[in-house]
């Protein structure tokens, strides 16, 4: 028993500091990802993190421990299926509609997490911050840079979750809110059914309108959340 109470306790010596920099550097990325509304935010990014972290760590366990005839495991055989499984997760992240493809930043960001997860378990805690800290950078710039300075056109798609049906959330109403800020509407859905209420909308337009739009939305009394895939 005392023996297993070591174990315990050096394991999770190991894994503390571990666990701790992948929290810090998957709700980093969530946060940047949270702000501009996209689905895989800080809890999503914080549990890729530290899912990638256990697997690596669990792995590079059982490659330093003697199991079969003295022969030692591979590190790298549970850490390289976190490369092919997180495809999976970053693929329901990206959609295809009329010609347009969204989500892929997102993806991107998910793949990207993933390794994070992969360096923080080996040990590599201060190259895991400084990409962390160059990742958020990136994307922070770059969409300044897209905004400010290309201003492209690209098919934007949110859910709106309402408190109750309201006359002052109708399809005029935010068709006109679209053309004031030179959003072109592409669909529209309600969902009235069930305890809450939402509206489904895509439409293409620039980053700036956009994200302008989405302050005049948060402006309508009965709007309880807005969600951008």
Known sequence: MKIMDTQFLLTLQVLWPKLLVALFCGGLIGLERELKSKAAGIKTN???CVGATLYTAISMMMAS???VDGLKGDPARIAAQIVSGIGFLGGGAILQSKGNVV????????????ALGV???MGQLAVAACV?????VVLVSVTFFENQFLG?????????HLREKSDEITR???EELMKDHELSLE???EIMSGEQPEIRLAYVGRNHDHAQMLLELWKIRGILDVKQL
């Open 187 to 189: 669909e529209y859905r």
């Open 172 to 174: 005029a109403a935010l």
């Open 132 to 136: 962390t800290l160059l990742i958020v």
């Open 103 to 114: 989500g892929l930043t997102t993806a991107a960001t998910i793949w990207l997490v993933a």
């Open 65 to 67: 421990s003697e199991i």
């Open 152 to 160: 492209r056109k690209r098919l934007f798609r949110i859910t709106i």
């Open 46 to 48: 914080m549990l890729i």
């Open 119 to 121: 360096w923080i378990g």
